[in-house]
């Protein structure tokens, strides 16, 4: 059975945190901005492209804050997938990686 947007289950990755927790949009398919400001707790947020297919989605002012927390499975994640954003820059803050199709 080929996998659908619905069968893949988003996760929160927590820079305070080794464990992605698992979420889910609150109607079930896609997430809206206000969630994922909650989620993220945050104002703005960016999207990387991880594959065709999957995307993180960041604080996009993470680095503003004080303290700044890394967010080292995010920012593994993003060089494995990435290679030439190694050494240049890092994802700080809580990051969700989910289908792109979960976001719109």
Known sequence: MPKTTTTYQPQLLDPHSATPQPVSPANGRRF????????????LVDVIRLTPELILIIDDEGKFRHPAYLNLLATYLWYQ????ARGHDSIVGRAIICHDKQFK
Not at 32 to 43: H, I, N, P, S
Not at 81 to 84: R, T
Request: charged fraction near 25%.
């Open 81 to 84: 997938h990435q290679p030439a």
């Open 32 to 43: 809206k901005l206000a969630e994922l400001y909650q989620l993220l707790d945050c104002r």
